[in-house]
């Protein structure tokens, strides 16, 4: 588990299995948990090193949306639990699911899941340890902002939606100038290859931008101070206005060779990609 600040603790992602990074704010009275987790085990490892840090207690948990990295392990936590009402709704539609081989293959055949979610859930989840798969539901509902005071500290829990999920939440700690954002900057997953849509982005960058911060956590990246999102933000803008309507990556890298004076490195191509598949979609072009 590492500090992040005085009040803020977080541990990282795993892509072995996707687990994501989760965080605690640790106040006077009570600590909130940013998301449970990809499992019971996943929860149980966070709040055994919770347990090490003085002042916590844990009494409420957040869910930053309802993919099931971010929500499988909420049972085993079970603490007072806040969610967004569609990420409810979702949870209620997962408390249906089996989770055997075959019934994973079949939601995947229907699109209601994707392989790569399939995969890491048997991977996190080998042999009969899938029977044991509980999905909790929230015990509290926000509409559009909520406010819970741990007691010198507090927490902002508020929307960002976006094509990633619908019901993606931020959580904010003003006095500790830390954001948690899930996946809630993430690209759209669920329909062919995954994909950026720059208004989306915008839209979703414009909800915080206002915000105080020293640390902004993505639950899939390492956690990046306000230069590094800075950043990273103003890339995702420049190679989005790149791309602009384009959907032919032949003339996109042709563009970016010529603006850049150079081939893009990994995470450029990762990105102008994102934005080429976004405009594919909407274009309706077959996914190839």
């Known amino acids: 588990m590492k500090r992040l600040t005085e009040r803020v603790y977080m541990t990282g992602h795993d892509h072995a299995t996707d687990r994501p990074a989760l965080g605690a704010i640790v106040g006077e009275r009570a600590t909130l948990i940013v998301d449970s987790g990809n499992s019971a085990a996943h929860a149980r490892l966070f709040l055994e090193q919770l347990a090490a840090v003085p002042g916590a207690e844990p009494r409420y948990l957040a869910l930053t949306h309802w993919h099931w990295d971010h929500v499988f392990g909420a049972a085993e936590m079970d603490l007072t639990t806040i969610a967004h009402p569609l990420t409810q709704q979702k949870l209620r539609q997962m408390q249906s699911y089996r989770w055997d081989d075959a019934a994973l293959q079949e939601r995947v055949q229907t699109g209601e899941e994707i392989a790569f979610c399939a995969e890491n859930i048997i991977k996190e989840h080998p042999g009969a340890l899938r029977e044991s798969i509980a999905i909790r539901l929230a015990d509290i509902l926000y509409d559009g902002r909520l406010t819970v005071d741990l007691g010198g500290v507090t927490c902002e829990i508020f929307s960002l939606g976006g094509e990633h999920s619908a019901d993606s939440t931020a959580v904010y700690c003003p006095q500790e100038q830390v954001l948690f954002l899930g996946d809630g900057m993430c ?102």
């Open 187 to 288: 690209q759209e997953m669920f329909e062919g290859p995954w994909s950026y849509d720059l208004p989306d982005y915008e839209a979703r960058l414009q909800k915080i931008e206002g915000l105080p911060c020293k640390w902004y956590v993505n639950a899939h990246w390492d956690p990046q101070n306000a230069d590094d999102f800075a950043r990273a933000a103003a890339q995702m803008r420049a190679l989005g206005k790149l791309v602009g309507a384009e959907t032919d990556s032949a003339r996109v890298y042709a563009q970016y060779r010529r603006q850049y004076g150079a081939e893009p490195d990994e995470a450029a191509r990762e990105i102008l990609d994102s934005y080429l598949w976004g405009n594919r979609k909407r274009g309706r072009q077959p996914l190839r």
